[in-house]
């Protein structure tokens, strides 16, 4: 479990992930009020990445990251450039 700093190294390695097992792979969003933290987790049972924010602004990165993952599933694998 690696939890990555950059929003675009996410990003990018999520839409990897996907790319290279499409049929496993799978996200998680967790938002923790309490804390006020957002934590997107993307997996295929042999990798996992995080990336952790508390920053309000960053709900539209979730928002991208649903964007991308509806675009590679009804389009497929190369679906997103």
């Known amino acids: 479990m690696v939890y ?6 996410f990003l990018e390695k999520s839409v990897q992930l996907f790319r290279s097992n499409p ?3 799978r996200y998680v969003m ?3 009020h309490s ?8 997996t295929d ?3 996992c990445i ?6 309000a602004q960053d709900a539209k990165k979730m ?3 649903n964007n991308v993952f509806f675009t590679l599933m009804a389009h497929g694998p190369e679906g997103f450039c």
């Open 4 to 9: 990555l700093d950059s929003w675009d190294d």
């Open 45 to 47: 049972d042999k990798e």
């Open 50 to 55: 995080k990336f952790k924010t508390d920053q």
């Open 30 to 32: 967790k938002y923790r």
């Open 63 to 65: 928002e991208k990251l």
């Open 23 to 25: 049929e496993k792979t």
């Open 35 to 42: 804390d006020g933290k957002l934590v997107l987790k993307v």
